[in-house]
């Protein structure tokens, strides 16, 4: 086909005001596209989303979690702390929508957000969304930082500073970068016997408070089966009862601890690693 020149000028002026008219009449298909629906088990939705700001989250209380290995001979082996953005009435595994211009939307972290921990910016490793629970639905991404903390740096100031334009929420992690340590007290040393009673030190005894289970595994490196057992904190000492096996390998005492408040909790979760021999 070919355009005569008044059919150009005619084209060309009807693109220049076409921008106008879409807004007028948009109904007509030339606005943006609608959001397509999923299906989340029985569940269809539309997986809408938006930027929110913090205060715009009801009930919001963030979890900040610090993960820490130890052993003897490296006081910390690793280290992980992040730091999850709960809200909403019910700890469900997500979080739930917020309303929208256009319905229920899950909340993206806001691009004035940040993170930090003693002058360490923390990573932004889910910035929000929906996922599927399948059975339960669907539901809303937990909003999550991590910190790349690299061991042996000294922590002058141990509080979590999560900020955007809207409010700051401060989270003191005193005492949670600290080397921990466990010590035989029956038996006297690391040897141990298969059907034994164990009762052992640790330090700090503070993580002992408010403590109810203690994980107890061993991982054999040369011989034996490996094991879980639970162990119980008994006034400022674990005790654990050593399985019906044998063998050599490595022992982690973990040690978790929740501290509970209106405005954040906090998870320590401390590992001590010991090489042990386990005889009949």
Known sequence: MILTSRAVRTYSSLMQVWPALCVVAIS??????????????????????????????????????????SR?????????????????????DGTPPVPGVDGDECPLL??????????????VTQRGGWKC????????????????YPIGRPVTDPTLVIRDGSTTIAIP????????????????????????????A????????????????????????????????????LDFTVPDTTGDGLLEIEVPRLIDTSDYRVVLDMTFQQPVTITP
Request: proline share 8%; with cysteine.
């Open 133 to 148: 629970l399948v059975t339960g639905g669907p539901t809303c991404s937990q909003q999550t930082v991590t910190f790349d």
């Open 173 to 200: 992690l005193d005492g949670a970068f600290g080397p921990r340590m466990a010590s035989p007290i029956d038996p006297a040393d690391w040897t141990l016997h298969a059907n034994q009673g164990v009762r052992l």
């Open 28 to 69: 007509v298909g030339c606005g943006e596209p609608d959001v397509p629906t999923e299906v989340c088990g029985v569940v269809e939705y539309t997986p809408r989303t938006a930027p929110h700001l913090l205060d715009e989250l009801a009930h919001l209380r963030p979890w900040a979690t610090v993960k820490m290995t």
């Open 72 to 92: 003897e001979d490296v006081p910390i082996v690793s280290l992980e702390v992040t730091a999850t953005l709960w809200y909403g009435n019910t700890l469900i």
């Open 202 to 237: 640790w330090t700090p005894e503070s993580d002992l408070l408010r403590v109810g289970l203690v994980r107890i595994t061993f991982t054999p490196t040369a011989s034996g089966e490996s094991f879980y057992a639970e162990g119980e904190v008994v006034g400022n000492a």
């Open 110 to 123: 806001d691009d004035s957000f940040s993170a930090t921990l003693d002058g360490l910016q923390g990573r």
